[in-house]
């Protein structure tokens, strides 16, 4: 199956280009491109690296109705400077770099945390009524998995075939066909990637994934479940075994190298023994408050033009393969976002 | 499921400590630790960091009967210390980074190669007598399917049932049940990962996978399958899109950290730019050659103890978890590996 052969009828017989997934992206019409908010942008400068030169980190915060409590923590974090004069206090290899306070754990040198922080529930690591909360059930998110199935998830079911009775404009595809080892259904809704299940009682469960990059909240043993002043971003193969454990607040969207070159720590867990080795936090704002930020923009997950890149990253026939896989890791297809041109 | 109560029953009926991966491997008996012959060892010492010290990345190859003719050229390589004063040219963030002849491209400055190297033909991706490659059959191929089969890959067949009539030890499990995105079956034998699936004829193929620390041949475009003398490693997600495209000839089993912090470079495809940004490599030799080289050893795929340790992975039930994934990537699985106590 080759969408863009079905998205473009040729006029004439000759045998079409096939594309690569880069080059589907950079051919995709300026519609199919949707503007990123400001709002919703974390950005995060690092101290200059050795050769003076300036390290920013940009983050794209998760959107409703997913981990809002966590989110909003982090609003009111950025907007208090919390995180100014912090540090990235760990970074273990093929898993995660860490930062925030790093006296965070002794209670005694702690940094205080501003007015308004919520405590927010296990329950919110997915948005569903999963059996292990049914005590907990709140029609809100029932109803805000109903909304995620109207708008559309584009998925493929291993074993059930309702789950494609959304109303998406994506093609049903077969790169999903294969199955996903941690979900029953995986597709994406509005720029993000979403996996999904039922629980015991046939209801939708849906969560947002863990890939290269993810934005998380770091915590403590449950039941706490973190507030947002620690986060760790993913640096090596999706820890997906973390996915309704362990709150996703976003995804880094640009200077990822900034983060995922850092030295690795030495002490357990990748964390820095001495406080040198630690990398220095100048600021962290939200993108409102940083007058030279670039806009960015993301290819419409519900658009042609990333069906047929979707299709591509699972079936490559560009130039330089000879087998196409017939079936993609959703952490493989990860949803294109670049300055607006 | 949980393997560990299947294998130590308990003498009363206290509840038993849920372990965690890695206290699972900390606590396998000696006898489930495989020494690894120096011989199937590469070691590659990199020049000093910009801090004076030695960065060293030992890689383990490919055993028989996968890609032997490409681990065949690099033990020629090596033997002729062939790498020595070439160096990293290449570092593609959530990719891959890149090593030998920065001048290979230009057949007017390119390094000579030493004699006696083979040229590779692209039936060797894989170890089968897939569909494309029918008309190139070689029985040697198809016995050495066998012996993989005979020896007992542990897998779980999505579809069908008749992988599991390998004489596998390991228990069937059920941490890949919920399938793989890139292939039928996928398992562990003789402390590798492979992947596999059947061809139209209903035969088996089998072939090794890209995770992360994954060490591949860079090639040209189709036919061309290159002769190992430019090598790469995985340095970020899983690019298994690249199975069965290009040939895997081994792993990095320690020093990953000084390939995956390598800064990330600018040009196209994460190429440097410049000569200065290159990383100098001293040296590259089999493990023979190196006096002052550890033994290494794996946790044997065929143990008890191994088969614990995957469930784990699968089922995180250790106390930081609340909702085990209930399955795996096979990525996410590394074979353990350590120095030998």
Redesign the interface.
């Known amino acids: 199956m080759l969408a863009a052969a079905a998205a473009s009828p040729a006029p004439t017989a000759a045998p079409e280009k096939v594309l690569a997934p880069a080059e589907i992206v950079a051919s995709a019409p300026a519609a199919d491109w949707l503007a990123i908010a400001p709002s919703d942008l974390l950005v995060m400068d690092l101290a200059p690296d050795?050769a003076g030169r300036a390290r920013r980190v940009v983050i794209q915060l998760m959107p409703a109705p997913f981990s809002q409590g966590w989110v909003g923590n982090i609003r009111k974090l950025a907007a208090a400077h919390w995180w100014d004069g912090t540090s990235i206090n760990r970074a273990q290899?093929?898993y995660v770099v860490q930062w925030g306070d790093a006296d965070g754990e002794d209670k005694a040198k702690a940094k205080a945390l501003p007015e308004g922080l919520v405590v927010v529930d296990?329950l919110y690591?997915e948005n569903n009524p999963s059996e292990?909360f049914t005590r907990k059930l709140i029609n809100s998110s029932l109803q805000a998995v109903e909304t995620i199935l109207d708008r559309g998830i584009a998925c493929i079911e291993?074993a059930q075939d309702d789950c494609k009775k959304g109303s998406s404009p994506n093609p049903p595809g077969d790169f999903?066909r294969?199955?996903?080892?941690?979900?029953?259904v995986v597709g994406f809704a509005e720029g993000w990637p979403y996996a999904g299940g039922y629980d015991r009682r046939g209801r939708n469960e849906f969560w947002p994934i863990h890939?290269?990059?993810t934005v998380g909240v770091g915590r403590d043993?449950?039941p706490d479940t973190g507030t947002g002043a620690e986060l760790y971003a993913v640096?090596?193969?999706?820890?997906?075994?973390l996915?309704?454990?362990i709150a996703v607040v976003g995804r880094v969207i640009e200077g990822?190298?900034h983060l995922?070159?850092?030295?690795?720590g030495t002490g357990d867990l990748g964390f820095y023994k001495t406080a040198p080795e630690r990398t220095p936090i100048r600021s962290v704002r939200i993108g409102t408050e940083v007058p030279d930020l670039p806009a960015f923009e993301y290819l419409s997950t519900e658009s042609a033009s990333f069906a047929r890149y979707a299709d591509a990253?699972a079936n490559?026939r560009d130039?330089?393969?000879?087998?196409p896989?017939?079936?993609?890791?959703?952490?493989?297809v990860p949803v294109p976002i670049r300055r607006r041109k």
């Open positions: 050795a290899d093929n296990e690591y292990r291993n999903f294969k199955g996903d080892p941690y979900a029953v890939c290269y990059g043993y449950p640096i090596g193969h999706a820890p997906r075994q996915d309704r454990n990822m190298e995922s070159t850092l030295p690795r990253r490559r130039a330089f393969y000879i087998q896989a017939g079936g993609v890791d959703i952490c493989n």
